[in-house]
């Protein structure tokens, strides 16, 4: 009787081990929100200052930028479509602060990969285009299942997988390639829009117009 | 009490058979030539502290505690390194693509500044491997140097 005491209480201790630590996503989502908390504070004081500097005659010499940076050389590809335009329902899904659009997208965008026929890639640009593919597959992964902040930072990745692809294989689409001094922690980010007009994915409703368009493809 | 004891006795018997059964080992004798360690150049102090936090699950090295003789906690802690080695591979480290790399280096230092990682069930039984500010500054600190030297 003894013994079987003795060997519940090892039991009780193995399931309450495993217990607490299953509560890991609990404290991992925990923390995740503190985190976004005082971003958010240092966002939005950012953003006076960031309002404040677009108005002050850069947005001049933005515009100039602009017209000498059209990409005329871009190959007109009409393959990479249904990738660009999952990136751009991921991007929108950001810039209406919306998980659960974005997901949509990074699903759309696993597909749109799936479906993609690489069987006319040869050579160098097929190592490249793996190396893009496996990089955007996996940042498209963690946007489908994980919290918006964290999509964000997945979503400045992927930024940079998608512009090299368009490097790579060439669109038709007419894109504009922006970048916002704030984001990716003060660094600075890019990323790619359909529109002209500044809809900033890094930040949302929180910093709606910060950025500049950097480039124009097609 | 009859009831309760009959499946105390059935709980016992399942316990008990369970840790018969076998798990797989993450261990390797030899240190892979892709592994981190051996592909760039690491500082020792560098390579001592990311080896006590983060090679237990993301390597193909555990230093397995006690504890992970007994199941179920053995599941659970392979599970937990296998998903962990697929996001993060210390061991693989050189195998993966310049751009994979550089992402991956680049989540290792958003993780430790949101205190993300080394996971906080993780460092409850491993003080060791707690990172203190000093310590993920000079992390982040040499990371983020390698990563723009790729």
């Keep these: 009787m003894r013994t079987l005491k003795l060997r519940l209480g090892i039991l009780t201790i193995a399931i309450l081990a495993l217990t607490a630590m299953s509560c890991k996503d609990n404290k991992k989502e925990h923390n995740n929100e503190d985190g976004h908390h005082t971003e958010m504070v240092v966002d939005n004081e950012n953003n006076s200052d960031m309002n404040h500097d677009n108005s002050d005659g850069h947005h001049e010499e933005s515009s100039e930028k602009v017209d000498r940076n059209v990409e005329t050389s871009t190959l007109k590809n009409a393959a990479t479509t249904p990738i660009i335009d999952a990136y751009i329902q991921i991007k929108n899904g950001l810039v209406a602060d919306s998980k659960e659009n974005a997901a949509q997208g990074g699903e759309a965008l696993l597909t749109a990969f799936t479906s993609f026929d690489m069987s006319k890639l040869s050579g160098e640009i097929h190592r490249e285009y793996m190396e893009i593919y496996e990089s955007a597959k996996e940042q498209a992964e963690h946007i489908v299942k994980s919290p918006i902040d964290h999509q964000r930072e997945h979503f400045e990745v992927l930024s940079t997988d998608i512009i090299d692809l368009i490097a790579l294989l060439g669109t038709e689409k007419t894109l504009y390639q922006d970048f916002c001094p704030m984001a990716n922690r003060g660094k600075g980010a890019i990323w790619l829009s359909e529109t002209k007009e500044i809809k900033n994915p890094y930040f949302g409703s929180k910093m709606m117009k910060c950025g500049e368009v950097q480039k124009q493809i097609n | ?150």
Aim: include cysteine.
């Design chain 2, 1 to 150: 009490m009859k009831i309760g004891k009959k499946v105390a006795i059935i709980l016992l018997v399942v316990f008990l058979g369970i840790q018969f059964v076998p798990t797989k080992r993450n261990q390797s004798d030899n240190i892979s030539a892709s592994d981190i360690m051996i592909v760039y150049k690491v500082p020792e102090q560098i390579e001592n502290k990311i080896k006590v936090s983060c090679y237990d699950c993301h390597s193909n090295n555990t230093q397995y505690p006690w504890y992970n003789k007994i199941q179920p906690v053995a599941w659970f802690l392979e599970g937990h390194i296998k998903k962990a080695k697929e996001e993060l591979n210390f061991s693989e480290f050189g195998d993966y693509s310049k751009r994979r790399q550089k992402n991956k280096l680049k989540s290792i230092i958003n993780q430790i500044r949101d205190n993300e990682m080394p996971l906080s069930s993780y460092t409850f039984m491993h003080k060791d491997a707690v990172l203190s500010e000093s310590e993920k500054s000079e992390l982040e600190n040499w990371i983020s140097n390698l990563r723009d030297s790729l």
